[in-house]
Each structure stands twice: as structure tokens, then as C-alpha cells.
């Protein structure tokens, strides 16, 4: 088995890198090729775990992990996914996804084990194991699990044989009984595609008839094709190094890799501790009893014992990376993650947009501009693509974009509740003039008129990004005026790939952009910019469409515009977005339903607030701008300036020239 041939390399041979003689750049290559959960344009392609896990073995860059359970609602899955994104940016090497037999884990339910790896890894960028339990099983059931496990781009399972549905376990007939048999099965099935988790008990499994007699089984698991071992949890860090030690004396040489619970409530910790059928140490408890009334006292003692038992287990040399039971909760371990100093945002991105940790999706380096703020959107609708673009965009005919009518999918909805959307952009809407105010209070971070900020728009889910401060006051006046911008780039002529604001790529590169402007606006003024825009072309180019289709565009019919690029040591230039006509198109359909789909339809039929909404997304225009000379000051704040000059100074509404085009 190819865990057996690793161990004859050598590759596992210790659980921990020898880094002694580890040169500083041999560590950073690590952290750029492995520490994320995607890889940097520069890095090895491979999109093995278990080759992110040598590497950082071999370099002694220690690394942490994150288990999740399924919500139980659609609304839960939705804050779920928003999790994913926060604790995503510490850099955990991965995420794993435990599988419930009763939530129904394997189906395409929004709250399904299957659909919550799924999204961490497609649409939140996360390398993802998806637990799979023998439990109730037939072979077949199983094998098509995996079967669609691998259609959805998941790559990793943890095997499992599963908790008994009742007291005591009962065999499955024409299924499996232990964890063994569903790893030989997975190797047998799908040979080297997946790499293979399992579990071991460092006080053994309570189950076993003896601590011996539970080591032999995980060595049988581990010689099956298990690729490395994540533990239940423990509390005593000396319990974890014995059993490594043992582990390593029975010849296990993988990987091991210790389960780490912050304790952060009096419950929760009891309901782990009956299900895990754990004991905890008599010193642990004399301290939670007098305050297992106060959760916040209980979540700081938590704190406090999972750091200093990381920092025992790190600082035996023999502990690569840590494994954390989170509860679906982010205070308590991201707080232990930054004690260690373990927990990075790095500032520097692989490419200018949420790249998908999809393994047919390795290749693609190069997105239309348009989805920046909805990335998962934009890998939604491209999902049954065959190819992803490389290098160039290409023939812009060929794209074939899916519709994007299924706006229930909870990986599409806004975190925000829908009272706290009304509180945002309003209960009730008087007049086109609140809606600027709405785009006004987003782009400045001021608090609206009832007190409340407006932390996201339908385009925009996210605060904004910190590139647009360089636009801020620009952005304020023109929005005030009707100029409803939902995306938006400032021009940067040779930076820093490194630069913690604009960098993105490996570093020793320079990156590169042409000022860019999308926005809703009215029929009025589009007429008006039609007029302005011919003194400035070439230098800008433009595309003009309402809702029905009807394009207006100095741009060429088929060809993309490149707006960031990027040259790197010993690399082709790197273009990752691009303005492209075509792409524009099927975006259009996109910018113009989100009017309704996520604003209009937050008010009753027909009621004011609702018409107005109605009346922008019938009568508006959506633009973008690209000002091409980009290494001098952005020209585009002067076409604004130069068309409501123009609106100004005409006393007559100026012809409907956009209509009639």
C-alpha cells in the first residue's frame, strides 16, 4: 500500500521534520507552498494533504486544524459557511466535517455533512476531510457516497467506523463492521484518489478490550492505507506523547496528530465527555465546578489549559500540527491559535479573488472582474465548466455561464438576517434619494439615519476592502449623486507583490492595475455620459446595458481587457481579471436580479418601498469603466465630475440618447 512505500522512503519516518538544519528561506517556501489551504501561483501543484503535511514536516512549520459538525438549519448553515470564511483566514492547513447519520449526511440538503464539505471546499477555498461512518451502511450506500464525494471535488475522508445508533453496536449486513474494512474498501474502490484519515484513542477505545489490543487495530488501520491519525480528545499533555511513543514502538510511523478540545462551557463539555466516554482528571474538574455557572469564566479556564498543553505537546519536537474540536464556535480556539502563534492572517492573497480548492479547478488563474465581491456565485455558475481558463481568458464565445435562478442556496444568501437588512437599508424607503444614502453609508462606514452601519450590500456581502480607501472620498461624492458603484479598483503601477493593501502572488513579484468603475445609474445621466465619454477614448473603454440587454460599448465585440496583472521571478505575466464584453453580459442578468431577489423582496407587495426598488431595476443602466493609461492619475473621477458638469449646465433634460441606442 502506498502508506507502506512512504514508510520505506522515509518521508513519514518521524512526526516531525528534522528543521535543524532548515535554512529561514526553506521555511518560507514551506509556509508559501503548504500553508494555505489553495496554492500560490509559484507553488507545487500537487493538491496531496498528505504531500502539504510533509513539506511542513520536513521544513518544522507546525501547522493547526479545525473539525465542524452539519447545523441542523438552513439559517445555520448559513452562519456556518460565514465561519468558514472568518477562521479560514488564520490558515488552518484544513477543515474536517463529521458525519451524522440521522441528519441525513450523504444527501444534497443545505445541512448535510456532503453539501458542508462540499462548500468549504468549492466555494470557501478549504481543504476539507469529509468524515464517512460505516454505521448503518450497506457497501454500495458507501461506495456511492464516495463515488459522489469525489464528483464534488473532495479529496480526503476520514474513516470512521461510527457510534452505535442504539447502546450497543449491530453488525451491518453487506456492510462494514470496523474502520479497517472501510479503509480497504476506499483503497480497493478508488485506489490512491482519496487520502485517508482515521482515528486513534490515546486511553484507547473504550470498546477495546485492552490499550494493546487498540493499538494493534489502528496499526492494522494504518497498513490498510491510512495516510495519518487524528486523536480523540484528551487533557493531559503527557497522555498524548505516551501514546505517541507506543505508536511509534508498534510501528505506526505516520503522522499523528493530537485532538485538541478548549473547554468552553459546563455542558458541553459533560455532553463530550459521555459521548467520547472520556474521564476528566480530578485537577480539571475541582476548578469548573464552583464556576460551572459562568460561561465566560469557564471559556477563559479553557483558554488557558488548552495553551499550555499545546505548548507542552509543540515543544516536545515530536507534535507537527494540532487538531481542534471547535464546536462550531471561533472565540475560544481562535484565541489558543493566537497565544501559540499559530494563527496568521497573511495579507498577501494566491490570486486577487477566493480561489476554489477544487482539484479541477487548479489551473485556473484568470476570472471576469465582475464577480469579485461574489466569488462563490461565480464558481456556482461555472461549476459544469470542463475547462478553467489558464493564463489567458480566451475565446470570450465559449464561456457558457449557468443561470443563477437558485437564490435560496445558502451558500449564495447574505449572512444578515432579514431584519437586520431592513435596519441597514431601510424599513421603508421614500424616494430614490434613500437608496443613495444607503450606497453613501456603506462606502463611508457612517451610521444610517435610524443609527445602524450598513455593513454589506446585495453586491457586496463583505466590509469593504482595504484597497478602497485609496477610493473613499471619490466614492462618497459620486454615490451621493446617484452614482451607485458596487465595485470598484484603484490604478497601481508596479507594487509590491508583497504590499499588505494591493499585493497578491509569490513574493519578488510586481503587481499591476487599471482603474476600474462599475455602478448602477440613471437613464439621465447615462445620456449625458455617452456625451462626455467620446473626449476620452481611447483611454477608456465602456460598457452600457440595461436590464432588457440593450448594450452600449466602445469596447471590442469579443475581446477581454486585461485590469490586474502580475510578473513574478522567472514566471509569464499573470493576468488574473479581466473585463470581458461577453462575461459582461451573463453578469448583467446577476447585478440586475440582486434588485430584487435580495432588496425589493424584503417589503410586501406593492408597497412603496418595494416600487422604488422596482423602479431602479427597471429603469437604471449598469456601467463599467476601464481607464487604460494606467500608470497616470485615474481619469475616471474626471468623466463623473464632467457629467454632472454637463447635467448641470443643460437647463433641459438632455435627449434620451441611451434610450434610443
Request: glycine fraction near 6%; charged fraction near 25%; aromatic fraction near 10%.
Amino acid at each position: 500500500m502506498v502508506n507502506q512505500v512512504q514508510q520505506v522512503d522515509g518521508s513519514w519516518q518521524s512526526c516531525r521534520g528534522d528543521s535543524s538544519g532548515a535554512s529561514n528561506s526553506s521555511a518560507e517556501s514551506s509556509k508559501e507552498s503548504s500553508r494555505c489551504s489553495t496554492p500560490l501561483p509559484d507553488a507545487d501543484r500537487s493538491d496531496r494533504l498528505r504531500e502539504k503535511m510533509r513539506k511542513r514536516m520536513d521544513s518544522g512549520d507546525r501547522w493547526f486544524s479545525l473539525e465542524f459538525f452539519p447545523p441542523r438549519t438552513a439559517s445555520g448553515a448559513v452562519n456556518l459557511i460565514s465561519r468558514f470564511d472568518r477562521m479560514g483566514s488564520g490558515g488552518p492547513l484544513y477543515i474536517d466535517i463529521t458525519w451524522h447519520p440521522a441528519g441525513d449526511p450523504g444527501s444534497d440538503k443545505e445541512t448535510s455533512s456532503m453539501m458542508i464539505a462540499s462548500t468549504a471546499v468549492n466555494y470557501c477555498g478549504l481543504e476539507s476531510i469529509l468524515h464517512l461512518t460505516c454505521c448503518n451502511q450497506t457497501k454500495e450506500k458507501i461506495t456511492g457516497y464516495l463515488a459522489k464525494a469525489k464528483h464534488l471535488g473532495l479529496k480526503n475522508i476520514m474513516a470512521l467506523r461510527g457510534d452505535p445508533v442504539g447502546d450497543d453496536w449491530e453488525d451491518e449486513e453487506g456492510g462494514f463492521n470496523f474502520a479497517v474494512d472501510l479503509v480497504k474498501h476506499i483503497r480497493s474502490e478508488f485506489d490512491e484518489y482519496f487520502d485517508i484519515c482515521v482515528a486513534g484513542y490515546p486511553t484507547g477505545h473504550p470498546e477495546a478490550e485492552s490499550y494493546e489490543q487498540d493499538l494493534r487495530h489502528l496499526k492494522e488501520k494504518v497498513d490498510a492505507g491510512a495516510d495519518f491519525v487524528i486523536t480523540q480528545l484528551f487533557f493531559r499533555a503527557d497522555t498524548f506523547l505516551k501514546f505517541l511513543d507506543d505508536c511509534r514502538a508498534a510501528g505506526i510511523t505516520c503522522p499523528i496528530l493530537p485532538g485538541i478540545f478548549p473547554i468552553q462551557g459546563y455542558q458541553s463539555l459533560r455532553q463530550l465527555v459521555k459521548m467520547s466516554k472520556l474521564e476528566v482528571p480530578e485537577e480539571i474538574t475541582k476548578i469548573i465546578e464552583p464556576i460551572k455557572d459562568n460561561d465566560a469564566a469557564i471559556r477563559n479556564y479553557g483558554i488557558h489549559q488548552a495553551v499550555d498543553m499545546c505548548r507542552v505537546l509543540l515543544d516536545s519536537g515530536k507534535v507537527p500540527g494540532l487538531h481542534f474540536y471547535t464546536l462550531n464556535r471561533e472565540v475560544a480556539t481562535m484565541e489558543v491559535l493566537r497565544q501559540l502563534g499559530l494563527w496568521v492572517e497573511d495579507p498577501r492573497r494566491p490570486l486577487p479573488w477566493a480561489v476554489s480548492a477544487n482539484p479541477k479547478r487548479k489551473v485556473e488563474d484568470v476570472r471576469p472582474i465582475f464577480w469579485a465581491s461574489r466569488p462563490k456565485s461565480y464558481i456556482y455558475r461555472t461549476q459544469d465548466w470542463d475547462e478553467f481558463p489558464n493564463g489567458r481568458w480566451g475565446n470570450s464565445s465559449s464561456p457558457a455561464f449557468g443561470e443563477l435562478n437558485d437564490y435560496y442556496l445558502f451558500y449564495l444568501k447574505s449572512k444578515s438576517s432579514k431584519e437586520a437588512l431592513l435596519q441597514m437599508w431601510g424599513e421603508e424607503l421614500k424616494n430614490e434619494q434613500s437608496v443613495f444614502e444607503v450606497f453613501t453609508c456603506y462606502i463611508t462606514a457612517q451610521p444610517n439615519r435610524n443609527g445602524q452601519k450598513v455593513l454589506c450590500l446585495p453586491w457586496n456581502d463583505e466590509p469593504l476592502a482595504p484597497e478602497t480607501n485609496f477610493l473613499k472620498d471619490e466614492l462618497e461624492k459620486v454615490n451621493r449623486r446617484g452614482v451607485l458603484t458596487i465595485n470598484s479598483q484603484p490604478n497601481i503601477n508596479g507594487k509590491p507583490s508583497a504590499d499588505p493593501v494591493v499585493g497578491w502572488g509569490p513574493p519578488g513579484g510586481y503587481v499591476f492595475q487599471k482603474a476600474y468603475l462599475e455602478f448602477f445609474t440613471s437613464s439621465e445621466n447615462v445620456t449625458a455620459l455617452l456625451k462626455v465619454l467620446k473626449k476620452y477614448e481611447p483611454r477608456v473603454n465602456y460598457h452600457i446595458v440595461d436590464v432588457h440587454g440593450h448594450n452600449m460599448t466602445n469596447a471590442h465585440e469579443m475581446q477581454p481587457n486585461a485590469v490586474t496583472w502580475g510578473i513574478f521571478p522567472g514566471r509569464e505575466i499573470v493576468q488574473p481579471t479581466v473585463v470581458d464584453p461577453v462575461s459582461f453580459m451573463y453578469w448583467k442578468d446577476e447585478a440586475f436580479a440582486l434588485w430584487i431577489e435580495q432588496w425589493a423582496k424584503l417589503y410586501e407587495d406593492e408597497s412603496p418601498s418595494r416600487m422604488i426598488i422596482k423602479y431602479i431595476h427597471d429603469n437604471y443602466f449598469l456601467v463599467n469603466l476601464v481607464d487604460n493609461d494606467f500608470p497616470l492619475e485615474s481619469c475616471l473621477w474626471r468623466v463623473i465630475d464632467d457629467m454632472f458638469e454637463l447635467l448641470d449646465a443643460t437647463p433641459e433634460p438632455l435627449n434620451d440618447e441611451a434610450a434610443s441606442q
